[in-house]
């Protein structure tokens, strides 16, 4: 008899606690939804500028691999992103009033962004992901609004076929409270999938201009 | 009978002295101790004419010895994956910028030279020092009929970090591996 109850009781909490994950995050409908996408648009439009440390984990499917990467980013108005790696190899990246500029090995190389359409769209989703400007990817993205309590999660399905050819969907984190953005979590059609993690997140601190400048 | 017998002899004699003409089955799945138990990571920098593409590069061996290989840019998107085996590639996945025709058809070449020449040799370089000359991998002296015309496979050391180039010479293509340390990853 005692056998049987302690068997009921690992049943009864291994189906809570399947239950928890899968209820975790629950849907943000109506007024709900419309409430948060106000705030963090309004939280978004107060960002003069961001800086901040990443981790980037990578998993590749086909090789059941994970390679990390580590860097800093550093945004300001209007539209300025420098994407800094520092691990496993340094790498900049450099999205500047419509030019991209990239620094690797001591080599530095310019282009228009125009010229790039993925790493266009790419920057766009980094900055209204780290502003939390989801509203500016609402041309680009179906968008669903969930949450735990404590977070909400933008779920962004792309609205048409060139986009949708590189990414499955993308998943920003963003705290429910602060409206800070804590991850970005890009799955792509071939199954990998690419999870920044955001820390160390300081707002509208001076950033000089000279950041910007990559030579 | 004993003629007969000679001639056997001699075909044979002749047969074992003849140089290398075609590489053969095993020559083409290279046993790679180096990425048979866990991935090998490398910087990877694709020059196509004048423009240039870095990110990086996992390669992997299965036991069966066939070679699986993902390219990602710096920002986790996926370029390309490739599975190789008996001196031919099959690019799995291939982002749309790329999915064209020709350029998947350079991309096997190379990457069927690369798999084979270069990765396959990857023992040869011991990563130690720091070589001046690069090791030419490819065309192979001793091989007469050579699978891939106007490509160059080579291998090199800096300090600790092995080096492996492919060039193409028919397509101004070349592609640079760097391997990364252990504390880099």
């Given at each position: 008899?005692?056998?049987?109850i302690?068997l009921?009781?690992?049943?009864?909490?291994?189906?809570?606690?399947?239950?928890?994950?899968?209820t975790s995050?629950?849907?943000l409908d109506g007024n709900?939804k419309?409430t948060?996408?106000?705030?963090?648009?309004?939280?978004?439009?107060?960002?003069n500028?961001?800086?901040?440390?990443?981790?980037?984990?990578?998993v590749?499917?086909?090789?059941?691999?994970e390679?990390?990467?580590?860097?800093?980013?550093?945004?300001?108005k209007?539209?300025?992103l420098?994407?800094?790696?520092?691990s496993?190899?340094?790498?900049?990246?450099?999205?500047n009033?419509?030019?991209?500029?990239?620094?690797?090995?001591?080599?530095?190389?310019?282009?228009d962004?125009?010229?790039s359409?993925?790493?266009?769209?790419?920057?766009?989703?980094m900055?209204?992901?780290?502003?939390?400007?989801t509203k500016?990817?609402?041309?680009?993205?179906?968008?669903?609004?969930?949450?735990?309590?404590?977070?909400?999660?933008?779920?962004?399905?792309?609205?048409?076929?060139n986009?949708?050819?590189?990414f499955?969907?993308i998943?920003?984190?963003?705290?429910?409270?602060?409206f800070l953005v804590?991850?970005?979590?890009m799955a792509e059609p071939?199954?990998?999938k690419t999870?920044?993690?955001?820390?160390?997140?300081?707002?509208?601190?001076?950033?000089?201009?000279?950041?910007?400048?990559?030579? | 009978m004993?003629?007969?017998?000679?001639?056997?002899?001699l075909a044979?004699?002749?047969c074992?002295c003849?140089a290398?003409?075609?590489?053969s089955?095993?020559d083409?799945?290279?046993?790679?101790?180096?990425?048979?138990?866990?991935?090998?990571h490398?910087?990877a920098?694709?020059?196509?004419g004048?423009?240039s593409?870095?990110?990086?590069m996992?390669?992997?061996?299965?036991?069966d010895?066939t070679?699986?290989?993902?390219?990602?840019?710096?920002?986790g998107?996926?370029?390309?994956?490739?599975?190789?085996?008996?001196g031919?590639?099959d690019?799995?996945y291939?982002?749309?910028?790329?999915?064209?025709?020709?350029?998947?058809?350079?991309?096997?070449?190379?990457?069927?030279?690369?798999?084979?020449?270069?990765?396959?040799?990857?023992g040869k370089?011991?990563?130690?020092?720091?070589?001046?000359?690069?090791?030419i991998?490819?065309p192979?002296?001793?091989?007469?009929?050579?699978?891939?015309?106007d490509?160059?496979?080579?291998?090199?050391?800096?300090?600790?970090?092995?080096?492996?180039?492919?060039?193409?010479f028919?397509?101004k293509?070349?592609?640079?591996?760097?391997?990364l340390?252990p504390?880099?990853?």
């Open positions: 008899m005692k056998r049987l302690s009921y009781i690992i049943i009864l909490l291994a189906s809570n606690h399947l239950n928890a994950q899968t995050f629950r849907n709900q419309d948060f996408r106000n705030n963090l648009y309004a939280s978004s439009e107060k960002i500028s961001l800086e901040c440390s990443f981790i980037q984990k990578q590749l499917s086909m090789l059941s691999d390679v990390v990467s580590k860097g800093t980013m550093t945004f300001k209007t539209e300025r420098l994407w800094t790696y520092t496993p190899y340094e790498f900049v990246f450099l999205m009033n419509g030019r991209i500029t990239t620094k690797s090995e001591g080599k530095t190389s310019s282009f962004s125009g010229s359409p993925l790493m266009k769209e790419l920057c766009k989703i900055v209204a992901g780290l502003k939390g400007d500016s990817l609402e041309t680009s993205f179906n968008t669903k609004y969930l949450t735990n309590g404590s977070q909400i999660k933008v779920v962004m399905t792309p609205r048409n076929k986009l949708g050819s590189i499955n969907q998943d920003l984190l963003f705290d429910a409270g602060t804590s991850s970005i979590e071939s199954g990998d999870t920044i993690s955001i820390n160390n997140v300081k707002i509208n601190g001076t950033v000089d201009d000279k950041v910007f400048d990559i030579h | 004993i003629k007969y017998l000679t001639y056997i002899s044979f004699i002749l074992s003849t290398r003409v075609s590489p089955r095993a083409l799945n290279p046993v790679v101790a180096e990425i048979m138990d866990k991935p090998m490398f910087r920098t694709i020059t196509f004048g423009n593409v870095t990110g990086l996992a390669v992997k061996q299965r036991s010895l070679i699986f290989g993902s390219f990602t840019n710096e920002f998107v996926k370029g390309f994956d490739f599975i190789y085996r008996d031919k590639t690019l799995v291939v982002m749309p910028a790329l999915n064209k025709a020709m350029v998947k058809k350079i991309l096997r070449r190379d990457i069927s030279a690369m798999s084979v020449y270069g990765i396959g040799n990857i370089l011991h990563g130690n020092g720091y070589d001046k000359t690069p090791q991998f490819y192979d002296p001793q091989l007469k009929s050579r699978l891939f015309k490509i160059y496979v080579s291998g090199n050391s800096s300090g600790l970090k092995k080096i492996i180039a492919l060039d193409d028919r397509y293509l070349r592609i640079e591996l760097i391997s340390l504390d880099e990853e």
